[in-house]
């Protein structure tokens, strides 16, 4: 017998309802005025509560089902362009004239390490230095004129006012884009280390015809301890999609201590004017409006990457990270959609396979655990390889339950207002 649900309502408009409960769900509503529907949104509403307190168990695990299969589509259709990635034989290089461009502000202790390294490059074709000294107060001006007396390829800019108006290091930047002599550019940090000689080589490398962006990787060196571990990890890992993004035709952004364009690209946008007001993005903004399938190139070579220090408390890690998220919400649409998307699957895998294994089947959940897992590190093994970052290996079942905090540490980030300041 079904379960009938008696409605009356009189003219005083008073409620009555009765429930008889035999082995099936049925409801039948009258009104004095005739029967209700099976779409009458109180009864619809009675349904539905019956059905999730009594399935709900089955419910979370579909959706635990629906997270994992979501993982598994980023590992299988993005991340693993990365893992398995293999350049193109060429036949013929082509070297184009190269100014490579370095901001600085109150660095002269991080360009006593690393400019020298930029300098003496090796690399035949003709190429330049262009140095931007952004109103700095320690000795960055006096450093760089005795290195001017060397080299005669370093060209020092230096900047005494700052820019009204034009937040953030897209001025400078603008201005030693604007000072160079040549087409190709190559843009680093002051804080930045080539990994080998053959950095500007390696990178110009990529320009084919076609080609007006150029995408490299900015790892942080390898220091013992935990905190290291985590700021290494997580540069991997936006690594991992921002040069996988770009591999299937989704280039979304570059990191600015390794990241190439032509000058020609630079002027037809008016340069960074359309993002002038936003203190950050002089990297992965600019790259997010520009880049395309066709006219976007990576470069996974190890002698193409740089290194600089990674930092050194959580307290800078966390100013850091806030100023670069801060600008994610200016993505095109379908960016910020595959970044959420991930970034969600990510937060809630492990709530949900806990409660899925304890309230539904601790079986089933372990074994598509275990499958996600297997695919998962697969997939992590040869992309930490080709990134140099094949250390982290050991700890990548840890590291992936620390997602789901640093995703929720992390979100507030991109409803944080950007800070004015560049350094």
């Known amino acids: ?183 190709v550019m190559l843009l680093t940090d002051a804080d930045c280390t080539p990994a080998s000689p053959w950095w500007i080589q390696k990178m110009q490398d990529a320009y084919q015809p076609g080609i007006e962006v150029v995408l490299g990787y900015g790892a942080y060196e390898k220091r013992p301890g935990l905190l290291n571990k985590l700021v290494r990890f997580e540069t991997f890992l936006t690594a991992m999609q921002y040069l996988s993004y770009a591999l299937a035709g989704q280039p979304y952004m570059g990191v600015g201590r390794n990241i190439s364009y032509r000058k020609e690209l630079f002027y037809r946008v008016k340069g960074f004017s359309s ?67 991930f970034a969600f699957a990510q937060s809630v895998f492990y709530p949900l396979g806990v409660v899925s294994a304890i309230w539904f089947d601790w079986r089933v959940v372990l074994g598509i655990y275990l499958v996600k897992l297997a695919v998962q590190g697969t997939v992590w093994f040869k992309a930490m390889a080709r990134l140099n970052e094949k250390d982290l290996f050991p700890w990548f079942w840890l590291l992936d339950i620390w997602l789901m905090i640093y995703y929720a540490l992390y979100s507030v980030a991109i409803f944080k207002k950007p800070t004015s300041n560049w350094k």
């Open 1 to 183: 017998m079904s379960v009938i649900l008696t409605l009356k309502i009189g003219a005083s408009h008073r409620l009555a309802a009765k429930y008889l409960l035999e082995g099936g769900l049925y409801a039948q509503l009258t009104h004095t005025r005739g029967p209700w529907q099976a779409t009458n949104p109180i009864f619809a509403a009675i349904m539905i509560w019956e059905f999730l307190s009594t399935h709900w168990a089955v419910l979370v695990f579909v959706a635990f089902c629906l997270v994992t299969a979501a993982q598994l589509f980023y590992l299988l259709y993005f991340f693993v362009r990365l893992a398995f990635f293999k350049s193109s034989n060429k036949f013929k290089s082509q070297t184009h004239p190269v100014s490579v461009v370095v901001c600085a502000r109150d660095e002269a202790h991080n360009l006593e390490k690393s400019l020298p390294t930029v300098l003496t490059q090796q690399y035949a074709t003709t190429h330049e230095v262009v140095l931007v000294n952004d109103n700095s107060f320690d000795d960055t001006k006096f450093f760089a004129e005795e290195l001017g007396k060397i080299f005669k390829h370093l060209n020092t800019i230096n900047l005494s006012q700052e820019a009204k108006h034009i937040p953030g290091k897209k001025y400078p930047l603008s201005i030693g884009i604007k000072s160079s002599r040549y087409e």
């Open 275 to 341: 993002i002038n007001h936003i203190p950050g993005g002089d990297d992965d903004l600019f790259i997010n409006k520009v880049a395309t399938a066709q006219n976007t190139a990576v470069v996974l070579d190890a002698d193409a990457f740089t290194y600089s220090a990674a930092p050194q408390s959580f307290l800078q890690w966390w100013r850091q990270k806030t100023r670069h998220y801060s600008t994610a919400r200016f993505y095109k649409p379908t960016h910020k959609l595959l970044l959420w998307l």
